[in-house]
């Protein structure tokens, strides 16, 4: 069935048109391919300042932040306009990797959670791409539990004053905007006693160290505070709310690795699986053919379910956990991709011709992999939260329950 124009607040014309003006902008300012596959956690080699450029070059185009107020930078469209986008650009390679927890995070955060003040200082320069932003949540001693994390933040005036360490932290060596949550009210049982705040990253209390992956990429880092301070007014959400507002953030994070990133088959990597295949005649492969049919079917299933969650999110809502079904399912579809590509490069997975600039696109693809089922939450909790509130299986024990944080033993 055809959607009306009452449904999509849209004309046929109206949608025509605006298709057109994103096709006339790809055509400017971007390329149809990329050189490799970008993941989460690697450095893209194009880097944060073209992504700067390039989201700079949207915004006077009109066509970023499409669903965000005019009022605070963004382009005041529908979600339909937002669809049509998403469309146009299936093929398109854009050089914007390095803002994708910034936009697929911190600016929905922003937009549902800051105050009319927040979102007037912050929200436009984000879309712009003016600044950057990171998500600073996993420590060293609290990542699938990260309730139980221990960062201090201690009330001095108006301002905060942070202390401890955050890890894994994808972006902070060029973000200049952090979100992090820091234990407020030690004598709360864990969930209560936490906070969660906008942080300038820029500022002598803050040191980040990058960490060098298996892949070779520096994509996250360790960042550690002394005596770093924010802004009282810089806090989201209400004290002791970081919770809640950390689980919100985790669901959009769920969802930006989940349901989002383009076809592995014939589209947006080069070269498409389907393309390599036939060029190394293995398209008559049983067994690659298999395999290619199968991703086939779960990218349909992904973008069904990446549908569904774009309209929760366009209604306002938080998702719930759906995020962790599209975050299962895209680290399960990303470890098929894999598979399927090494199956398909063979040896060239392993070594390539020194004049060939693109030649570890197979071997970083394949390392940088496990990392999707570990970020934003492991496979393991994704599987918890969906038996626990899909099946509703009985919740985990938790002998310390109800108690006080600073009263639980931690090594
Ligand atoms: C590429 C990448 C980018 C990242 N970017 C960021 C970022 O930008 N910001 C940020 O804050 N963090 C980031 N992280 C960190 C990520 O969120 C954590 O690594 C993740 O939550 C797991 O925490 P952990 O590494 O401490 O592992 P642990 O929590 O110590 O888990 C170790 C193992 O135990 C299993 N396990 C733990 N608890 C349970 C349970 N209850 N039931 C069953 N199994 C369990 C886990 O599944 C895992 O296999 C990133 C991670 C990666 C890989």
Not at 186 to 207: A, N, S, W
Request: glycine letters at 12%.
């Amino acid at each position: 069935m055809t959607d009306t124009i009452e449904e999509t607040g849209l004309s046929p014309a109206d949608e025509q048109a605006f298709a057109d003006r994103v096709r006339a902008f790809l055509e400017a300012n971007c390329r149809r391919t990329g050189d490799r596959q970008g993941t989460i956690g690697d450095e893209d080699p194009e880097g944060p300042s073209a992504a700067r450029d390039f989201q700079a070059a949207l915004a006077d185009a009109g066509l970023a932040g499409l669903t965000y107020p005019t009022d605070f930078g963004g382009a005041g469209l529908t979600k339909r306009h937002q669809e049509v986008f998403n469309r146009e650009v299936e093929g398109w390679h854009l050089p914007n990797t390095p803002l994708s927890i910034s936009h697929g995070m911190c600016l929905p955060m922003l937009n549902q959670f800051g105050t009319s003040e927040q979102k007037a200082r912050f929200m436009a320069d984000n879309i712009r791409g003016t600044t950057i932003w990171c998500q600073m949540f996993s420590e060293p001693g609290a990542g699938s539990d990260v309730a139980s994390l221990a960062m201090k933040a201690t009330r001095d005036g108006d301002e905060w004053i942070l202390e401890g360490q955050k890890v894994w932290t994808s972006g902070a060596h060029y973000c200049d905007y952090g979100i992090v949550v820091a234990r407020t009210d030690p004598e709360q049982p864990k969930h209560q006693g936490v906070t969660m705040f906008i942080v300038d990253l820029r500022q002598p209390g803050v040191e980040v160290r990058p960490l060098r992956q298996i892949s070779g990429g520096s994509g996250f880092n360790e960042v550690f505070f002394t005596e770093a301070r924010t802004p009282a007014d810089w806090q989201l959400g209400d004290r002791g709310q970081g919770w809640n507002l950390a689980v919100a953030m985790l669901m959009f994070e769920r969802v930006s690795i989940g349901a989002g990133g383009g076809s592995a088959l014939n589209a947006d990597r080069t070269p498409g699986l389907i393309e390599a295949a036939r060029a190394r005649g293995q398209a008559g492969d049983p067994v690659v053919r298999q395999g290619l049919a199968d991703l086939w079917i779960r990218e349909r299933i992904r973008g069904y379910i990446g549908q569904r969650i774009r309209a929760a999110v366009a209604e306002g809502r938080v998702p719930g956990p759906e995020g962790s079904i599209a975050k299962l399912n895209g680290a399960i579809l990303a470890r098929r991709v894999r598979d399927v590509s090494l199956a398909i490069a063979g040896s060239s997975a392993q070594a390539w011709d020194a004049g060939d600039d693109a030649g570890d696109r197979w071997a970083v693809g394949c390392l940088s992999t496990a990392g999707i089922s570990i970020a934003g939450g492991t496979d393991e909790v994704q599987r918890n939260i969906i038996g626990e509130r899909v099946l509703g299986l009985p919740k985990e024990p938790d002998p310390w329950k109800g108690t006080a944080w600073e009263d639980v033993p931690r090594s």
